[in-house]
C-alpha cells in the first residue's frame, strides 16, 4: 500500500499552491525555491497522471481534477497535525497581567532570566489597568497597583510599596535652573501622569505655589511621563521599580531628597485556588525575590 501513495514533498507543494495559487508564494511557506515546487507539483502530475493546474501568466488555476483533489488532502494534513499535536508534549503557558508601566519599565527586561530558569513554561504577558478576571480570561496571576482586598476570593501580596518622589535628566537637573528645594520647582515642566499626584506632592512638601506657576504636560500612562523625563521635559513622580534602573544607569536622577509615602502598593493579585497552582507559586515566588534583590539592569 505505500508504494501506492504519491510523494509527501509532493503533496505539501501541492497543498500550499493550491492555497496561494502561486508556485513563489508556496515555496516562501514551504522554505525550497520556486523552481523546486514546481518541479515537486509536476512529479505529483506525473505520478497520478492527472493535470492539477492551469499555468498561467500571472499565477495558476486549479484544474477540475485539482480541485477535487485539494480538499482531501487538506483534510488529511490537517488529521496528521492534530494526531501529532496529541503526543508531543505540551509546552506549559503562564498568563501574567501586569500595568503597562511596570511591564515595560520593569518586568519586561528581567523576564529573559525567568524563561532562562524555568525552562519548560512560557510567559504570555497581557499589559492593562483592570483588574483580570481570573475565571474567563484565562490569566493566572496579575500585578496591579492599589489597595487590597481586590475582590472576594482573591490573595494580595505587596510586591512594591508606591512611595513616590521626583526624577529628572541629569541634564535638566544641571541646567539653566537648577534644583535644589521645593520652590524650585516654579521654572520647571511638570509631567503629570493618570494619577495625577503632583498637587498632593506639592501640598505635603508645604509649597503650594510651584503648582500655580509651572507648566504641565500630562500623559496617559506613567511611562510615557518617564520617557519625557528622560528626554529632558520636565520632572516626573515616579516609584522605585519604574526607575530603579534609569537611576542606577544616571539616565535619571533625583534632584529634591523627598519621598511621599501611601497606603497603596503594587500587589501580587492570584485566585486562592489557581488552576496552575505550581507554575503561579512558581512566578509568585520569582516576583518577589526581584523585587527585595533590587536587581538593577545596568
Known amino acids: 500500500m505505500a508504494s501506492d501513495l504519491p510523494s509527501l514533498n509532493g503533496l505539501k ?23 523546486a515546487v514546481a518541479q515537486q507539483v509536476r512529479g505529483l502530475e506525473q505520478a497520478l ?9 500571472r499565477g495558476l488555476a486549479l484544474t477540475e481534477e485539482g480541485r477535487k483533489y485539494l480538499a482531501p488532502v487538506q483534510r488529511a494534513f490537517r488529521l496528521i497535525e492534530d494526531a501529532t499535536g496529541e503526543i508531543r508534549p505540551q509546552q506549559a503557558v ?10 515595560g519599565k520593569w518586568l519586561v527586561p528581567r523576564l529573559g532570566a ?3 530558569s524555568h525552562g519548560d513554561l512560557d510567559v504570555r504577558v497581557v499589559a492593562g489597568e483592570g483588574l483580570a478576571n481570573f475565571q474567563s480570561d484565562g490569566v493566572d496571576i496579575a500585578v496591579r497597583q492599589g489597595r487590597p482586598p481586590f475582590g472576594p476570593g482573591l490573595t494580595a501580596e505587596l510586591l512594591f510599596p508606591f512611595d513616590v518622589y521626583p526624577v529628572c535628566s541629569p541634564t535638566l ?14 521654572r520647571q515642566v511638570l509631567l503629570h501622569d493618570a494619577h495625577g499626584l503632583w498637587p498632593l506632592f506639592l501640598e505635603q512638601t508645604g509649597v503650594a505655589e510651584p503648582m500655580a506657576m509651572s507648566r504641565a504636560l500630562k500623559f496617559s500612562q506613567t511611562s510615557l511621563a518617564l520617557d519625557a523625563a528622560l528626554a529632558g521635559q520636565g520632572i516626573a513622580l515616579a516609584s522605585d521599580p519604574l526607575v530603579e534602573d534609569d537611576l542606577a544607569a544616571g539616565r535619571l536622577c533625583r534632584p529634591l531628597e ?7 502598593g503594587f500587589y501580587i493579585v492570584a485566585p486562592r485556588s489557581p488552576r496552575n497552582a505550581d507554575h ?19
Open 13 to 35: 507543494a501541492f497543498e500550499a499552491a493550491g492555497r496561494h495559487l502561486n508556485f513563489r508564494l508556496a515555496a516562501e511557506e514551504i522554505g525550497v525555491t520556486q523552481g
Open 49 to 57: 497522471n492527472a493535470k492539477l493546474f492551469e499555468r498561467l501568466p
Open 94 to 103: 503562564l498568563t501574567l497581567s501586569v500595568t503597562p508601566s511596570l511591564a
Open 114 to 116: 525567568f524563561l532562562q
Open 173 to 186: 537637573q544641571a541646567g539653566k535652573h537648577p534644583i535644589s528645594k521645593p520652590e524650585d520647582l516654579a
Open 258 to 264: 523627598m519621598t511621599m509615602k501611601s497606603d497603596m
Open 280 to 298: 503561579v507559586k512558581r512566578m509568585r515566588d520569582w516576583l518577589i525575590a526581584q523585587s527585595r534583590s533590587g536587581g538593577n539592569l545596568t
